[in-house]
């Protein structure tokens, strides 16, 4: 088999020559090299970019959403009803949040360990622009499922804006005496249940009494249409 | 690198074997790498649609109030699914079978593990994902395959472990320890795999082994049926030739026996037919002799017809032997110049003998066949020329070696066609079946003929012939311890042998000798007992052996003992060796001679060892029978001849 290639004679034209089958194998070499390379090119490539992109996932899941500041006391305008015999339990969520089932999960660990030890209060956050039934969904039957928990419908936000919440699968833990012990997240990343430092936090409240006040990021959707703030990716005081 | 070839075996294969082994064990492995490189990429397919299904069902949208997007999961599955299915994929396409397809493959497999973990929100179910694509990397039965597979998920933990730790083991800092315990874990398993992977070689390294040795014998046996084939072909070709030379030969001696009826049956019409005109009284002296001489011509000739199928018979058998002895080439020409001029001069031709360049004096030779087959052609030649000459040229030819006697026999008479010619020596055939109506002969002359010159060391052959001009034969021979002296061809008187005999004892005086005749057969009783009373002796006859010996010792006793016993060998009660052993165990000295119709060499031998003094052969010749008895007689003393 014969290839033609370009050669240069002595005037300094460009001549078109056959090649012998001698001088064809180093050619044929030089053409696999060249095809290795390109293709360990084309994985190096490769799995760059799936690091990149495993990365950047993993990175995303570890993002928490916009940090709420609860009040350190429960809100005298709140309109849910609190048992003054009672520690009080309240997570806020948004009805579609996919990361918040993990939130839900947990919960339902807690208040089954804890029983009626807590009063639990579930909020569903209903946009002020969403009409009536709009939170039906997924998220809402499992909440249901949670034995013991109250589900309340949070018309508008205003609950939220009383209680500065603005992730959804934000919790907060207030004692009997209506003072804020707990606040922040309770999963490890976005929709990953698993232990994590927002469940031990609330449980040493409650069982050690400690009277600081914790918090953990929130992994979640926003609750309301805003633009993002700047978020925190560190651990906060229940982190140490 | 493959395992050890297993010797235990009852022999060490060759080295054939070996790689033919190697071989087998190489392809089946391929075929493994293309089988589970597809199943991969079937499966990377699937995980890819999974993949995409997964995020649609645990993660469909991310939101900000009412507001919503498509989820990153559902985009990490869409690309990252793409990434890590489409180039195993591709590759499997292109490059089945090859270690980096299966080490890619491996690589992506795991990170499958990572990416449906990571969609499914970190599910503890969702681990087995990576047990699971262990188990199945192990189908390559490529133990190093679960090298790259356990590195990624190594190195998975390990990164993780260091920067986020709660993403593995749920708290903010573990202990590096806890990778390691991960990574165990997978060890663990690869540790079983590996295992198994060995095994699973092993088991297919042996099925090889096997299958060598059974394509080997296979082959083996291919070929013995090949060969045992093409010998059962040959063989049955040989026995169809066979069978048809025995068919051939069937019909030629059917043929021939059609023949010889009719050549027996002619003289034997002569013999009847003229033995009964003798019967008439009416016939004169002539026509007495001349039916007597029909009568004897005839049974000659029936007599050579006898002679000929014995000498064919002896020839195909391989009992006919020759004798070289010293004999006068002279004299053997003489013989046959004799005995051809009478038939020459019957038909009207000239027979001339010729001679070149001085033949030796004797060579060591058979001078029976010799005679035998120079009469053979002379007769031919006579037989098939009707007018004009047959000569006998003898020629010395020295420029050969060793030097030949060449006979050539040329006649002016039809000739041959060369298909005719072609056909000349083959037993029972003659020049064409229409030959043996119209000049006789058995067809036997010829092949006999050549026989004997082949025996001789020689040869005959045909020079020269045509139709119409002639044939010229050639009998050439080896001269062995020829002589120096040349000696010229005499001719010597002519005997009509039997006839003239009688006719010569006719004049000589009658015998006077007692003779014991021992025959069995009443004919030969009458017939030898006619021609030795008629010729002057006298006879007594006795029927077997045992009654010879008892006459024959009290004639001793009697004191009137017998010249002569005459002894038929072949007789009932005892026959004629055992009389012959007998008389002279009791010291009868008296010469015995013995009267066989085998004609067979050996025969006078054991005659003489039976203490014979000489044997005559029937049919009786009568002039020698009576010199025969008259020598003996003469002498009436105990005498050995040789």
């Known amino acids: ?240 | 690198m493959l395992p050890a070839l297993n010797t235990s075996y009852e022999a060490i294969p060759p080295r054939s074997l070996q790689r033919r082994a190697r071989g087998i064990f190489t392809e089946h492995q391929r075929q493994i790498f293309l089988r589970t490189d597809r199943m991969f990429a079937v499966l990377m397919a699937i995980q890819w649609v999974g993949g995409i299904i997964l995020s649609l069902s645990f993660s469909q949208r991310t939101w900000a109030g009412e507001t919503s997007a498509i989820h990153v999961h559902v985009w990490s599955a869409i690309v990252v699914g793409a990434l890590l299915s489409g180039l195993p994929i591709w590759m499997a396409w292109r490059q089945p079978g090859t270690a980096a397809t299966r080490y890619l493959i491996a690589v992506c497999q795991m990170l499958w593990s990572a990416l449906l973990i990571h969609l499914t929100g970190g599910r503890i179910e969702t681990h087995f994902h990576i047990f699971g694509s262990l188990a199945f990397l192990a189908f390559y039965r490529d133990w190093r395959v679960l090298i790259p597979a356990t590195a990624v998920v190594t190195a998975d933990h390990m990164l993780r472990g260091i920067f986020w730790p709660e993403s593995v083991y749920g708290v903010l800092f573990a202990s590096p320890w806890r990778s390691i315990e991960h990574a165990a874990w997978v060890i663990f398993e690869d540790v079983f795999l590996l295992l198994s992977c060995r095994q699973a070689t092993r088991e297919m390294w042996t099925i090889a082994e096997k299958q060598a040795r059974l394509e080997h014998t296979r082959d083996h046996i291919e070929v013995e049926v090949r060969e045992r084939t093409s010998e059962l072909v040959r063989v049955n070709k040989s026995l169809e030739e066979a069978e048809a030379a025995a068919r051939a030969s069937a019909l030629a001696k059917s043929e021939f026996l059609a023949n010889m009826s009719h050549e027996i049956r002619t003289p034997m019409t002569a013999i009847l037919g003229f033995a009964e005109m003798l019967l008439d009284k009416s016939l004169d002296s002539n026509e007495r002799e001349d039916s007597v001489l029909t009568i004897h011509r005839n049974g000659r000739y029936l007599l050579e017809i006898i002679d000929d199928i014995l000498d064919l018979s002896k020839i195909e058998a391989g009992k006919m032997t020759v004798e070289c002895t010293p004999c006068d080439i002279d004299e053997i020409v003489a013989d046959v110049h004799d005995l051809i001029c009478v038939r020459s001069d019957t038909k009207g031709l000239r027979f001339e003998v010729e001679r070149r360049n001085e033949p030796p004096k004797q060579i060591r030779t058979d001078p029976t066949r010799l005679r035998q087959i120079l009469i053979n052609l002379l007769g031919n030649a006579i037989k098939f020329t009707t007018e004009g000459e047959v000569r006998l040229i003898v020629d010395y030819d020295t420029s050969a070696e060793p030097p030949q006697l060449l006979f050539d026999v040329v006649d002016t008479g039809i000739g041959m066609s060369a298909s005719q010619a072609a056909r000349l020596f083959v037993p029972f055939n003659q020049a064409d079946m229409s030959t043996t109506r119209r000049f006789g002969g058995t067809g036997l002359g010829l092949t006999i003929s050549k026989r004997f010159a082949e025996m001789l060391d020689g040869d005959v052959r045909i020079i020269s012939t045509s139709p119409g001009e002639g044939t010229r034969m050639r009998l050439q021979i080896n001269c062995v311890d020829a002589s120096v002296t040349p000696v010229s061809v005499k001719p010597r008187e002519t005997a009509e042998e039997p006839i003239r005999h009688a006719k010569a004892e006719s004049h000589s005086p009658p015998l006077d000798c007692r003779v014991l005749l021992a025959e069995d057969g009443f004919d030969n009783q009458k017939l030898i007992n006619r021609i030795l009373t008629r010729a002057g002796a006298s006879v007594v006859v006795v029927e077997n052996g045992q009654l010879a010996v008892l006459e024959a010792i009290t004639a001793i006793e009697q004191d009137r003992a017998y010249d002569v016993i005459l002894m038929d060998m072949q007789m009932p009660v005892m026959d004629g060796y055992e009389a012959t052993k007998s008389l002279r165990r009791r010291g009868y000295e008296r010469p015995i001679v013995a009267l066989t119709a085998n004609a067979m060499k050996g025969d006078a031998e054991i005659c003489m060892a039976c203490g014979c003094d000489l044997y005559l052969t029937k049919p009786i010749d009568r002039a020698r029978l009576v010199a025969t008895i008259r020598q003996f007689s003469a002498a009436a003393c105990p005498v050995r001849l040789a």
């Open chain 1, 1 to 240: 088999m014969n290839m033609l290639s370009d050669q240069v004679d002595k005037t300094g034209s460009t001549a078109r020559t056959a090649l012998s089958a001698e001088q064809f194998a180093p050619a044929q070499r030089r053409a696999r090299r060249s095809g290795s390379t390109k293709l360990q090119i084309v994985l190096v490539v490769w799995f760059m970019a799936i690091a990149a992109a495993m990365a950047g996932l993993t990175r995303y899941a570890y993002t928490p959403g916009a940090a709420g500041e609860m009040p350190l006391s429960w809100p005298q305008n709140s309109t849910i009803a609190r048992d003054p015999l009672r520690p009080v339990l309240v997570c806020f969520l948004h009805p579609r949040c996919p990361c918040s089932r993990a939130t839900l999960a947990e919960l339902a660990r807690f208040t089954a360990i804890m029983g009626r030890d807590v009063d639990v209060k579930i909020v569903m956050v209903r946009p002020e622009t969403c009409a009536a039934g709009w939170e039906q969904g997924t998220l809402l039957k499992k909440a249901h499922e949670i034995v013991g928990a109250e589900i309340l419908i949070d018309e508008a936000g205003r609950e939220a804006t009383r209680f500065g919440v603005r992730t959804s699968g934000h919790v907060g833990l207030y004692d009997k005496q209506a003072v804020l012990q707990f606040s922040g997240g309770i999963t490890p990343s976005r929709g990953h249940e698993g232990a994590n430092a927002g469940i031990d936090a609330m449980a040493q409240r409650l069982v050690g009494g400690e009277r600081a006040v914790c918090s953990t990021p929130v992994f979640g959707c926003p609750l309301f249409a805003q633009p993002e703030v700047e978020t925190t990716d560190q651990a906060t005081c229940c982190q140490r």
